[in-house]
C-alpha cells in the first residue's frame, strides 16, 4: 500500500468513525441490555437494585414453555405463507407492468402505496375491513350470497386475516426490488433470445429471472427477516387470538414483558429472535455480493 493510498484509508476513517461509533452504541447497547437481562428476574415499576440475579434460569424456562414454541411455530407459518405469496405476486406484477404500456406509470404508483401506509393505520383498516357486523368484506360477500363470517372469532379465518393484511401491506415492497431489477437486464442478451426464437415463457424462465436471482435471494431473505418482526398489525388486527392462533414470537415477547411482567423471560426470547434475524441478515449480505466468493478465489 502506497503512502497515498493510507492517507486516503486514514482520511476515509477519519470521516465515518463518529458515524460508526454511534451506530455501534445505538445498536449495541440494546442488544447487550437485553442479553444481561435474561440473566435477571426482574419486572417494571421496582428499582433495578431490586432485581434478583437468577442465571440460565430464565433461558431454561423459556426453552422449554410450550406457548414460546407455539409462536415460533406460528411466525414460522405465517412467514412462510405470506412471503412465498408476496413473492409469486410481487414478481408477477413486476412482469406484467415492465414494459412501456401506456398508463403503466399510474399502475405501479397505485401499488406501491400499500407499502407507504404506518403499519397501526394498515391493523386498524383490515380490523375494521373484517368486522364480522360492519366490515366490508362480509358486505360484498353479502352481495354473492356468502353468509357473514366472524373473520376475527375463528382460528383459521384470523390466521388468514393476518396473512391478507401483510400480503397487501408488503407485496408492492417485493414489485419494487424485481421490477428495478428487470430494468438492469442486458437488453442484448434478450434480443440474443428472442433471434433464437425463445418464447414469452422461456424468456422470462430461462433468461430474465436467472439473471435477477441475486435480487429475488436478497428480496427474499428481507421478508422473511421482517415477517420475524411483524408485530403492530397484528396487535391491532387479533392481539394473538383467538385464543394464541395468531400469537407471533415478537407478540409472545410483548405479552411476557408487559402482561406478564416477565422481563427476564421476555429478554431471553428476544435473545432467541435476535439470533433468528441475525442469520437472515448474514445470509441478505452474503447474497448482496454474489462475486465475493468468485473474487476470492481469484
Not at 56 to 78: G, Q
Not at 270 to 278: A, E, F, I, N
Amino acid at each position: 500500500m502506497t503512502t497515498d493510498s493510507r492517507s486516503n484509508a486514514r482520511t476515509a476513517w477519519i470521516f465515518i468513525l463518529p458515524a460508526v461509533l454511534i451506530m455501534a452504541a445505538a445498536c449495541l447497547y440494546p442488544v447487550v441490555s437485553a442479553v444481561r437481562l435474561g440473566f435477571y428476574d426482574w419486572s417494571m415499576g421496582t428499582p433495578w437494585a431490586q432485581a434478583k440475579w437468577s442465571g440460565w434460569t430464565s433461558f431454561e424456562i423459556v426453552f422449554t414453555d410450550p406457548a414460546m414454541w407455539r409462536s415460533l411455530l406460528t411466525t414460522l407459518k405465517f412467514a412462510a405463507v405470506s412471503v412465498s405469496a408476496e413473492m409469486f405476486l410481487g414478481i408477477a406484477l413486476a412482469l406484467a407492468l415492465e414494459g412501456n404500456i401506456r398508463g403503466m406509470a399510474f399502475f405501479r404508483t397505485l401499488f406501491i402505496l400499500p407499502m407507504m401506509v404506518a403499519p397501526i393505520a394498515v391493523g386498524l383498516t383490515w380490523r375494521y375491513l373484517f368486522d364480522a357486523q360492519f366490515g366490508l368484506i362480509n358486505a360484498v360477500l353479502a352481495v354473492f350470497g356468502v353468509a357473514a363470517k366472524g373473520w376475527l372469532a375463528d382460528e383459521t379465518l384470523a390466521f388468514a386475516a393476518i396473512i391478507i393484511s401483510d400480503i397487501w401491506q408488503w407485496t408492492p415492497f417485493v414489485f419494487i426490488m424485481v421490477i428495478a431489477g428487470l430494468a438492469n437486464v442486458d437488453t442484448s442478451v434478450l434480443e440474443a433470445a428472442r433471434i433464437d426464437g425463445a418464447r414469452w415463457w422461456t424468456l422470462t424462465t430461462r433468461v430474465k429471472l436467472p439473471m435477477i436471482a441475486h435480487v429475488l435471494a436478497i428480496t427474499l431473505v428481507m421478508r422473511l427477516i421482517d415477517a420475524f418482526r411483524v408485530l403492530e398489525v397484528i396487535y391491532l388486527l387479533t392481539f394473538g387470538g383467538p385464543g394464541d392462533s395468531t400469537e407471533v414470537l415478537s407478540l409472545h415477547i410483548y405479552k411476557t414483558a408487559f402482561i406478564g411482567q416477565k422481563l427476564g423471560a421476555a429478554s431471553a426470547i428476544s435473545v432467541l429472535l435476535l439470533v433468528v434475524v441475525m442469520v437472515l441478515t448474514w445470509l441478505a449480505l452474503r447474497m448482496s455480493n454474489p462475486l465475493a466468493d468468485s473474487e476470492k478465489d481469484k
